[in-house]
């Protein structure tokens, strides 16, 4: 049974910084994608960052590109998102979800519908 369980959220002035990490079960971790999304109180859920274990490869949304860093531990089978220098549009709830590596996983890593299997997310607040 494919499980994600996310953890690591708060409450952070801005300028701060918080690792939210994505704790996974049930199947081989090599074989898949993580991607983390964020969802702010009627928006849109959008992607923020993607990595695929296999090699490595990771993605970033414009709006995080250089605050934020994605990376995976295998032997804990968690994948963690360093947030530094937040600002409070990084407000929302933040999501992991995977899918075992298709052609969607690397050309599509911020679509919602290329994952298979989500969490139930995170809070992050950031106040001014």
């Known amino acids: 049974q494919v499980q994600l369980v996310e953890s690591g959220g708060g409450s952070v002035q801005a300028g701060g910084s918080l690792r939210l990490s994505c704790a996974t079960s049930?199947?081989?971790?090599?074989?898949?994608?993580i991607g983390w999304f964020r969802q702010a109180p009627g928006k849109e859920r959008e992607g923020v960052s993607s990595?695929?274990?296999?090699?490595?490869?990771?993605t970033y949304a414009s709006s995080v590109l250089g605050r934020f860093t994605i990376s995976a531990d295998r032997a804990k089978n968690t994948v963690y998102l360093q947030m530094n220098s937040l600002r409070p549009e990084d407000s929302a709830v933040y999501l992991c979800?995977?899918?075992?590596?298709?052609?969607?996983?690397?050309?599509?890593?911020?679509?919602?519908?290329?994952?298979?299997?989500w969490g139930q997310g995170t809070q992050v607040t950031v106040s001014s």
């Open positions: 979800a995977t899918v075992r590596n298709t052609i969607a996983s690397i050309t599509s890593p911020f679509n919602r519908r290329t994952y298979d299997y």
């Open positions: 990595i695929t274990i296999t090699d490595g490869t990771a």
């Open positions: 049930g199947f081989r971790l090599g074989y898949y994608t």
